[in-house]
């Protein structure tokens, strides 16, 4: 531990404190835990067990009575602490909890948990991240040094290395947990311990930029500056996901880097909430460190003077803005921004800020804005290099296209203050993800890269009182995640023992995460109906719900209606997620799906001279052309412009990407847990952290870890490692397959025997038996190393053993040769030896000098020899440099050779890379294309869908036209009697006025004849006044006989009269006909006409279209879309067609009507005709009975006459007789 240095006690206690926590007096059957009904769980100890029921007294004096199941066993002191806890005996909730706080109190914020490491936000800086710690943690397995979130690093790039497969950490957890801390954790660490060594990036071309290692560094100020804000949680809380992937090099050092980055939340630009704030970088720029910006933009220090970002706070304690800002200006410069393009980040934040100041005001009498003021424009615009007249009149009076044209269309001031709003956050998001898209470029070195660890930072499950769409979003985001957990963790681990060939019953887990995922984003899912509902122009949030209704409510059971509450914000459905019921508000999904912008302001934009704004709207080409804004990695600066997509689209397409990139690595799994809301270091609330515990699989993970076999082992490994445990199992130099040989040893040794397995491959242990075996062999190695270090250190003794001996003896001799000189020093003789001494030397010299002689001539000897053998040499080396030389030559002529070798070597490794990379785009843009294949096979189902619901309408919209063609034919018929009918009537008609002309003309004719009779009988009657009674008579019947005639006459008028109106409305009856004959054969026409389009077109080109699918989808899609609206359009002309039909059908029921009234009519006239042809023949017939008596009458009066004559003659003879009487 003293490798930690001074972070040692934060990471594991000493030595003595465990033994002590150890000692702990503890009573197995007494100490539990109990549910507590404010504190959640509670230590206590048992008093009293009785029917069910048990009496608990707590730590804190309280006497609890529970049912038995509401009490939980506590672990043995030997489990304080723990590291893993997936270790512990008796594994709960409670276990889990105290564990966690235990830890946590003591500082130890890292724990793990199974796959997962547990970490809980310390809330003070805490000395685990030094430098020291760095290093103590490199090359460490996961089981040999304390939690912490860098051995879950260094065991990703030793997986890494090892396994030679890709890497991902994802940390995830609930906003102000701790991921974005952790995170920059990790890659601190891989940029320390996998640092590339060269400075690659200097001084290019005057760019001041760091190394790879430092802009990897770099990019979190910078995009922290950009993405994150103040939120009541979270001083600096991340309103952005990000998947962040570390590529390296075949020897592992760092290759290059990519950024990924997910939801941004732009509606923050333009308001905030009471105590929060906007991003920083608006602070930053305020903070008057650099006076140059605040000239630069045209703003002042004061945030207040900018409604876009001073709704809520604008300082925030803890973060120094000025310090911030030099962080955020260095990282921009290190990232290698140009600078034009920094000076553009600059002014689009100046330009959003001034945008929230722009004010329009009502025209009068009128329903349009225009602007009031125009200073503040002025700025905007400057700042975007626009026109700021351009830009106010783009924003009061838009171009719209309709049809092929553009028109001009008014807007309210509310419009204009929306699209305002809507443009600031455009410009806002897409600012931040071209940021993301140049890092990437940045990142992106030539250098080879192998494999990459991804780390994930993303928001974690929440459920709030207002969830809306990006709720559901993220909250659909960790469903996958979850998903692919479980997925891992237990569906993969299962599949593993059936491999293995190991006893096990499958454990449904219960988190069938599937029904979930499936209804939001299967076809006909709720997030395809959103982007359905937008395609519709008329669609609105009610129609949405609608629909989402129709198709989910009481068939999904996922899927339900909210319980509304008191105080509880309308909702308008619920979802079941794997961690809880969220209710939804779907109010303005719609508008945030299609996010619709003034096209005519960014036409603007396109054209702006600030090049940065430009080439942010460059690929926007509107609603119906698209504005996906490729949100970073690789493919940085692909552009997907032409199809237009929504941002629940876009989001999933991300989504997706991610899943598939880290279903393709080992995944690692960090989970972050706030301790309190009250960002209190060392306090921890029950309820909050066993919610979180709860939401993030953390409990379920430890259940499912403890039922399997978490470890496992190779059979060989299994047998190099553990033999020492039992070497005499495995005889030596005698033949025994790695499975037996590891079989028998685990059956030698002295543990558990239910705790492990035999598969085909491998040793399946429970959770511990390795660490225990581990133990054994420490032990093991201990007792061997003992022995050894014994040996030597006998050996290394025995040595020096002898030594002593020796010096013992030499000491003796010393001793005795110095005792006996100081006997013999003060002897004369003594004395007189050492005078003499010094002279006996010249005797000696002599000798010396002879010997010196002697050695001289032997040494001449010598010389002469060795000047023989000198020369000698000497021809030797001539012969040998010669030799030399030509081998020199040689060489070089080989190194020639090599050098050429080398530089082919060179060569090929380069296009080995190339064709390495090649590869690898190839691959990625398999991936793609599968990603985009299934999308199509997706698509292609929808649409044949639609195909089969197209079919089915055109064979329903075929039976309608088949009744239709009946009822026409039917009408035809009718018509066509009813003309027969008017015919024949015509005829009677025309007969009838025949008749009556041939009646007038007999009538005239007897008027005439009357005259005659008349004014015959005048003269008679004048004749005959005088004449008795009987003429008188004869008169009075006459003039009886008149009345009548006069009568006869007055009828014979109206008839008439009747005569010419009934001919006036046969007339308009033809007419009528005529008409409807005309719109009859129209009719027919048409419906011929729909007749065949609807037969050919549509099927036949749907026909067409279902076999050209597979290859032109897109192309499907178009017309597809025609056909429906063609079939929408053939639908609102059938019902037109029956429509008129109907009113045909009605026409000619009242033309009949007309009709039947005509003939009762004409036969009314038919009988009045006949009538008053008998009333003439009545009055003919006493008309000749009149003349005849007439005649008679004449007759009468002719003899009358005669005999008045003879009356008169006989009374003149009488009178003459009488007066000749009287004579
Ligand atoms: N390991 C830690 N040591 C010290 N302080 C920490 C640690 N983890 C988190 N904190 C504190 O908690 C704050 C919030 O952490 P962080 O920003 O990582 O949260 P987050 O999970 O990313 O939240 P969000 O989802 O809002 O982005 C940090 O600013 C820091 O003050
Ligand atoms: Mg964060």
Not at 342 to 366: D, P, S, W
């Amino acid at each position: 531990m003293a490798a930690f240095g001074e972070a040692a006690p934060y990471l594991r206690k000493s030595e003595k404190e465990r033994i002590e926590a150890q000692n702990r007096p503890f009573d197995a059957k007494s100490s539990v835990f109990v549910v507590h009904p404010k504190e959640s769980f509670v230590k206590g100890t048992i008093q009293s067990r009785e029917a069910g029921k048990v009496t608990v007294q707590t730590e804190g004096g309280e006497t609890l009575t529970v049912k038995e199941d509401q009490i939980f066993s506590m672990n043995p002191p030997k489990y304080d602490k723990i590291e893993d806890m997936a270790m512990m005996t008796h594994l709960h909730e409670p276990a889990v909890l105290y564990n966690l706080k235990e830890r946590y109190a003591a500082w130890m914020i890292y724990t793990y948990s199974g796959l997962f490491c547990v970490t809980v936000n310390p809330y003070k800086w805490l000395p685990v991240y030094n430098p020291e710690v760095v290093l103590a943690y490199r090359g460490k397995k996961r089981q040999e040094a304390p939690p912490h979130i860098f051995s879950i690093s260094d065991n990703a790039y030793q997986f890494m290395l090892n396994d030679r497969e890709n890497q991902s950490i994802l940390i995830t957890g609930e906003s102000g947990a701790g991921k974005t801390v952790n995170t920059k954790r990790v890659i601190q660490y891989f940029a320390t311990i996998a640092a590339s060594g060269e400075k690659k990036k200097e001084e290019q071309s005057g760019k001041m930029q760091g190394t790879l290692e430092d802009q990897i560094i770099s990019a979190n100020p910078l995009l922290e500056a950009f993405g994150n804000a103040k939120t009541v949680r979270n001083d600096n809380s991340s309103r952005f996901g990000k998947f962040i992937r570390i590529h390296f090099g075949a020897t592992g050092k760092l290759a290059s880097a990519d950024i990924e980055t997910y939801l941004l939340e732009k509606s923050r630009v333009t308001f905030q909430l009471k105590a929060e704030r906007s991003y920083h970088i608006f602070y930053q720029v305020t903070s008057n460190k650099k006076p140059e910006l605040i000239d630069m933009l045209l703003i002042t220090t004061n945030p207040y003077d900018f409604h876009y970002v001073s709704q809520g706070e604008v300082t925030v304690p803890s973060i120094d803005d000025q310090e911030e800002l030099m962080a955020t200006d260095s990282a921009i410069d290190i990232l290698g921004f140009t600078a034009d393009e920094k000076t553009a980040i600059y002014k689009l934040t100046g330009a959003v800020m001034h945008y929230g100041n722009l004010k329009f005001k009502q025209k009068q009498r009128e329903e349009q804005a225009e602007p009031d003021g125009t200073e503040v424009a002025d700025k905007a615009a400057y700042l975007m290099g626009l026109n700021s007249a351009d830009l106010l009149k783009a924003l009061c009076y838009p171009r719209v296209k309709v049809g092929n044209e553009y028109v001009t269309k008014g807007q309210t001031v509310e419009q204009v203050n929306n699209a305002v709003g809507a443009l600031a956050k455009a410009v806002y998001e897409r600012m931040f993800l071209w940021m993301v898209v140049r890092i990437n470029q940045q990142l992106d070195t030539k250098q080879p890269r192998q494999y990459f660890i991804g780390v994930l930072d993303i928001a974690g499950f929440e459920i709030f009182d207002f969830n809306s769409f990006e709720q559901l979003c993220i909250n659909f985001t960790n469903e996958k995640l979850q998903q692919f957990f479980n997925h891992h963790m237990f569906v993969l681990e299962q599949e593993e023992y059936k491999k293995e060939g190991i006893e096990w019953t499958f454990i449904d887990f219960g988190m069938d995460l599937a029904a979930c995922i499936e209804l939001i984003e299967k076809p006909m899912g709720i997030f395809s109906i959103l982007e359905e509902e937008c395609m519709f122009p008329k669609a609105t949030d009610t129609s949405f719900k609608n629909k989402l209704y129709d198709q989910h409510l009481g068939k999904s059971s996922n899927f339900q209606k909210p319980k509304p509450a008191k105080g509880k914000v309308e909702a308008h459905f619920s979802l079941v997620h794997y961690a809880g019921t969220v209710d939804y508000n779907i109010t303005g999904w719609l508008e945030k799906n299609k996010d619709p912008l003034n096209e005519t302001v960014i036409g603007l934009y396109q054209k702006s001279s600030v090049k940065t704004l430009a080439l942010l709207f460059a690929n926007y080409g509107g609603a119906d052309a698209g504005q996906l804004y490729a949100g970073g990695g690789k493919k940085g600066g692909k552009k997907k412009g032409s199809s237009f997509q929504t941002v629940s689209a876009l989001f999933r397409e991300n989504l997706n990407k991610l899943m598939t990139n880290l279903r393709s690595t080992h995944p690692h799994f960090v989970r972050c847990i706030i301790p309190n809301e009250t960002k209190t270091p060392g306090a921890m609330e029950h309820e909050l952290v066993l919610h979180q515990l709860r939401c993030n699989g953390v409990l379920e993970g430890i259940r499912i870890c403890r039922k399997g076999f978490p470890s496992r082992v190779l059979y060989a490994d299994f047998k190099q490692r553990y033999r020492v445990l039992n070497a005499s199992a495995i005889p030596e130099g005698q033949f025994m397959d790695s499975k037996k040989a590891s079989e028998k040893l685990l059956g030698s040794i002295d543990v558990d025997h239910t705790q492990y397995r035999f598969g085909h491959t491998k040793v399946f242990f429970k959770a511990g038996l390795i660490g225990l075996l581990e133990e054994m062999r420490d032990e093991k190695l201990a007792e061997i190393m003992t022995m050894t270090q014994a040996r030597c250190r006998g050996f290394l003794m025995r040595v020096e053993y002898r030594k002593m001996v020796e010096r013992r003896d030499s000491i003796f001799c010393i001793q005795y040769n110095v005792r006996a000189f100081m006997n013999v020093k003060h002897w004369p003789w003594m004395k007189l030896f050492f005078k003499i001494k010094p002279l006996l030397k010249s005797a000696e010299s002599e000798k010396e000098m002879a010997n010196m002689k002697q050695e001289f001539e032997k040494t001449k000897e010598e010389l002469a020899k060795s000047e023989a053998k000198r020369k000698e040499l000497e021809e030797k080396m001539v012969v040998l440099l010669q030799e030399k030389n030509d081998l020199q030559l040689q060489v070089q002529a080989e190194a020639d050779s090599l050098a050429d070798a080398e530089e082919r070597c060179d060569q090929l490794i380069k296009t080995k890379i190339q064709l390495e990379a090649k590869i690898k785009e190839v691959t990625e843009r398999a991936e793609d294309e599968e990603e985009i294949n299934a999308e199509l096979t997706a698509k292609k189902r929808k649409l044949e869908d639609e195909c089969s619901e197209l079919k089915k309408d055109i064979d329903d919209l075929e039976l309608t036209l088949a009744k239709v063609e009946k009822e026409k034919h039917a009408t035809e018929n009718k018509v066509k009697n009813l003309t027969e009918e008017m015919a024949a009537l015509d005829e009677t008609i025309a007969k009838l006025t025949k008749e009556k002309k041939a009646l007038q003309e007999a009538h005239q004719q007897t008027l005439d004849d009357l005259q005659v009779e008349e004014d015959k009988v005048n003269t008679l009657t004048k004749a005959k006044i005088k004449l008795e009674q009987q003429v008188d008579d004869l008169e009075g019947s006459l003039e009886q006989e008149k009345k009548l005639r006069m009568d006869l006459e007055r009828a014979k008028r109206k008839l008439e009269g009747d005569l010419k109106l009934a001919n006036d409305s046969i007339m308009d009856l033809e007419n009528d006909k005529q008409q409807l004959d005309e719109k009859l054969k129209k009719k027919d026409f048409e419906i011929s006409q729909i007749q065949t389009a609807s037969r050919e077109a549509p099927k036949l080109g749907l026909s067409l279209q279902v076999r050209e699918l597979e290859g032109e989808v897109d192309a499907e899609q178009k017309r597809s879309a025609e056909a429906v609206k063609g079939v929408r359009k053939y639908e609102r002309r059938v019902k037109e067609l029956t429509y008129q039909s109907e009113e045909d059908r009605k026409n000619i029921l009242r033309l009949q009507d007309l009709v039947d009234k005509l003939q009762m009519k004409v036969k009314s006239y038919k009988r009045q005709a006949e009538e008053a042809e008998e009333l003439s023949n009545v009055n003919l017939s006493k008309f000749r009975k009149i003349q005849h008596e007439l005649d008679e009458a004449e007759e009468r009066a002719d003899i009358a006459e005669s005999q008045v004559n003879k009356l008169r003659a006989k009374s003149r003879e009488f009178h003459g007789k009488k007066i000749e009487e009287e004579e």
